[in-house]
Each structure stands twice: as structure tokens, then as C-alpha cells.
Nanobody
Framework: QVQLVESGGGLVQAGGSLRLSCAAS????????MGWFRQAPGKEREFVAT????????YYAESVKGRFTISRDNAKNTVYLQMNSLKPEDTAVYYC???????????????????WGQGTQVTVSS
């Protein structure tokens, strides 16, 4: 069964950087679309970035474009989210997600994705 395990969250000052990792196992991911979402307290889960596993095509939310970079390492079955120039409003639980039967690109909606990790907390202090 497919498992997604995030790591790399933590506390960082505004302007700092973090790199999140999402280790995928239990499936064949070559046709997957992988995404990162985040959810702040009292808010809905929102799209951050997405990448196609095979070609590495990417798409970003406007709020993170130019600051965050999504990438994948096919050999390690791992997806990354490099986050630079972090702001207090980036504070949230970050979730990795996998879409096993992509029907649209970019896949921006929560219900586009079939599998979810447990989340990792990112806190940016001002």
C-alpha cells in the first residue's frame, strides 16, 4: 500500500529556508503527479506546488512562486520542497500528496489526490 512520509519541518526565522522531503513507498510512481499542500490553523488546506513524476513539470501557487521549488528524485522515490525567503504567513502543516490517475494538469484541488502523508509542521517566526 502506498505510503507518503514527510520530514524536514521545523521552526525558522523569517527570511530563512527549509527543505521538506516526502518519501514515497508501496507503489509504482512513474505516472503519478505529486503535490504539496499546506493548512494553517482555522483555514482550509491549500495548494502549494505540484510536479509530474516522469517529466518533472512543475506548477506553483502564486503566493510561493519564486520562493519555493518542488523537485523529485526518481531513484529515491522522494519529492522535495525547497522553501526560501520564508514568511510568517507560510506557517502551516505541510502535506505531501500523490495523484495516481491524473486527469488534469495542473492538479490543484485536494480531491485530485488519492494519497496523503501525515504532515509536517513549518513555523516561521517574525
Amino acid at each position: 500500500q502506498v505510503q507518503l512520509v514527510e520530514s524536514g519541518g521545523g521552526l525558522v526565522q523569517a527570511g530563512g529556508s527549509l527543505r521538506l522531503s516526502c518519501a514515497a513507498s508501496g507503489g509504482t510512481f512513474s505516472n503519478y503527479i505529486m503535490g504539496w499542500f499546506r493548512q494553517a490553523p482555522g483555514k482550509e488546506r491549500e495548494f502549494v506546488a505540484t510536479v509530474t513524476w516522469t517529466l518533472g513539470s512543475t506548477y506553483y501557487a502564486e503566493s510561493v512562486k519564486g520562493r519555493f521549488t518542488i523537485s523529485r528524485d526518481n531513484a529515491k522515490n522522494t519529492v522535495y520542497l525547497q522553501m526560501n525567503s520564508l514568511k510568517p504567513e507560510d506557517t502551516a502543516v505541510y502535506y505531501c500528496a500523490g495523484d495516481k490517475t491524473p486527469s488534469r494538469w495542473p492538479a490543484l484541488r485536494v480531491d485530485d489526490y488519492d494519497y496523503w502523508g501525515q504532515g509536517t509542521q513549518v513555523t516561521v517566526s517574525s
